[in-house]
């Protein structure tokens, strides 16, 4: 039987070096299934319950390997599910193919069944979207789309309609009106010319309080991070999606910045004359040093993402590592013991005591901050640990400590509920002898990851280490945005949005067969992270949290402090508890190290 372009297109994709697909099956895509379920090519393929999920799965795939993560769905609504996951892909700067089915070429244009112009609803997200039109074009289309997902980090999309895939394939032939593409991408050494580099490194000398700032494109460079660290008596910050980037068990780094981030984060960027940012988009620019204040040098292989959030004297194009192990011959030995690093480490290990404080204080029941802080010392050599957006983030940002060969991540630019799930069973596939941890709050596990669950019933066997833990955080609370509504808008929790079922996540865990531990006492919130490490199977270890137990900010604007009170003046559901306890936390906060009103 002569290869229809279905069998041609995996035998592409395998050459490429894609092994695992995320995906739903669905009539679009009838021939690309049958063609794999025939081939002898060393796919694994992983169903999941929906085809967003395939996509951020296949965005934490490529994360977690370095890799393109591929994702398949059927036409029309499986397509169109698909791009939540692939807008996370894209904001992350995370290599994805997205492949998506559609229906016969004689009917596009007719307004048929599940025929939607695919090429125009992913032009947006997709640096690379093609559909193909005949069989010689599937070649070209399924290079060019991984070269692009490869090389420029980018999301890519192929469209293959239903009726092309089953049809004989052929080759391109050797006319007018043919191309012939190859398999294959080897990256660059990417460093910036010498000239800048001395650029770069006569502005870090002539600092005397520099602060280092590391993001996603640092997670290969630790050594040479540190390096230039001590060469220069820095501090370092990290982003969230840098947050393993660094070890926390460093005395000068500072931890999360932002909104989840550290004070001593904020105090060092408040007080440096000098700011060297590695591999981050950090969007919150008022976290940042103000403008003027100092002298900056950018490392970031994307020139897109170049003094984007800050003014940088010295902007340099070029890989991390590279960069870095080039710029640190022309960097000057600062004097060690000098007053702004010292500094900077009296900060952190109050802050670490600070955050010791927070977590055991008393909660009702259960005290948010006390979960990450019992799992921290826990957490086993090279675990992964995945988050998802809201009030879970802050405690995994700034409550856990990372140590050197673990790995965490979450849903960074986009922010999006419901991945990290996704992200934890892709952890899984992409490193099956490797423990693996999500933190999630109930609102997620409520929108999307509770089916998701059957995904890990449905795959545990095949995973040599069995730990594989999905915390739920629940306080029946929107939590994140109703603690945005009383500090940014000053007004009390609206229960009509904000307030969710209480729903027993840990008895649905036992149902499909996984292990369901419940925590509604601190005493035992230890203990029960050791019997969730030690489990034979997959875990959800259900908490039951406090809602009012404030996800604080490092420094609050007196126009934040102007909204919490304002809104506790028109009275709020949990008015007592805020008085008692979140109140007194709250504005005894207030501006820190200075006016940021």
């Known amino acids: 039987m002569a290869d229809t372009v279905a069998d041609f297109f995996w035998k592409r994709l ?80 995370v290599p994805l193919l997205a492949i998506a089915g559609q229906q016969a070429r004689n009917v596009n244009g007719a307004h048929y069944q599940q025929e939607l112009d695919l090429v125009s609803v992913y032009k947006d997200v997709a640096a690379y979207v093609q559909q ?37 394939y052929e080759a391109p032939v050797r006319k007018h009106g043919n191309t012939f593409s190859g ?50 008596q820095a501090g370092i910050a990290k982003a969230l999606l840098g947050k393993a980037a660094l070890p926390d068990d460093l005395p000068f780094v500072t931890g999360t910045i932002g909104l989840l981030g550290s004070q001593p984060s904020s105090e060092m960027m408040a007080g440096c004359d000098t700011l060297l940012m590695i591999g981050s988009g950090f969007p919150w620019a008022e976290f940042l040093p103000d403008e003027g204040q100092a002298r900056g040098v950018q490392i970031d292989l994307a020139p897109e993402m170049l003094s984007l959030r800050y003014p940088m004297e010295v902007p340099l194009q070029g890989e991390s590592a590279e960069t870095l192990r080039a710029l640190l011959p022309l960097l000057e030995q600062k004097p060690e013991g000098g007053a702004w690093r010292t500094g900077i480490e009296r900060g952190v290990a109050s802050w ?45 940002a700034r409550d856990l400590k990372m140590r050197r060969g673990q790995m965490c991540s979450l849903s960074g630019g986009l922010a999006s509920m419901g991945a990290a799930v996704p992200y934890a069973i892709a952890a899984k596939v992409a490193h ?89 006492d601190p005493e035992r919130m230890g203990t029960a992270w050791d019997e969730a490490l030690a489990s034979d199977r997959p875990v959800v270890l259900e908490v039951k949290t406090d809602p009012e137990v404030p996800p604080l900010p490092p420094f609050f604007t007196l126009e934040q402090v102007r909204n919490f009170t304002a809104m506790l003046a028109k009275g709020d559901p949990k008015q007592g508890h805020l008085l008692v306890d979140t109140a007194r936390q709250v504005l005894s906060r207030v501006l820190p190290g200075g006016n940021r009103d």
């Open 132 to 168: 193909a039109a005949s069989p010689a074009s599937v070649r070209h289309i399924v290079d060019r789309a991984m070269r692009i997902a490869k090389a420029e980090r980018k999301v890519a999309a192929i469209i293959l309609p239903n009726d092309l895939q089953d049809v004989p």
């Open 14 to 93: 395998a050459a490429w070096g894609v092994r695992t697909i995320f995906g739903y099956p669905g009539d679009g895509i009838n021939g690309l299934l049958g063609a794999l379920q025939r081939s002898d090519l060393p796919f694994e393929f992983i169903q999941v319950r929906h085809e967003e999920m395939a996509a951020f799965m296949a965005t934490a795939y490529a994360k977690f390997t370095g890799e393109v993560g591929v994702c398949l769905a059927t036409s029309g609504p499986g397509a169109t599910h698909l791009l939540t996951g692939m807008y996370d892909a894209y904001s992350d700067h």
């Open 432 to 520: 099956p002898d490797r423990p693996v941890i999500a933190l999630v709050g109930d609102g997620a596990m409520q929108m999307s990851n509770m089916a998701e669950l059957i995904t890990v019933a449905k795959y545990a066997h095949r995973w040599p280490n069995k730990t594989w833990i999905c915390c739920v955080f629940n306080n029946e609370d929107l939590n994140q945005v109703t603690w945005e509504q009383r500090v940014m808008e000053g007004n009390p929790k609206f229960e009509a949005s904000q307030t969710i079922p209480n729903v027993p996540y840990h008895k649905f865990a036992e149902l499909i067969g996984l292990r369901g531990i419940y925590v509604d």
């Open 183 to 232: 398999i294959g991408y080897i990256a660059p050494k990417v460093v910036p010319f010498d000239a800048d580099l001395q650029r770069a490194a006569d502005v870090l000398n002539a600092g005397e309080k520099v602060a280092i700032l590391v993001g996603a494109g640092a997670l290969h460079a630790t050594d040479e991070v540190i390096a230039v660290a001590n060469r220069l």
């Open 352 to 396: 670490w005591k600070e955050a010791e404080a927070r977590a055991m204080a008393e909660a009702n029941p259960v005290n948010p901050q006390r979960v990450t802080w019992e799992l921290s010392p826990r957490m086993p050599d090279r675990a992964i640990v995945t988050s998802d957006s809201g009030s879970c983030a802050n405690w995994f």
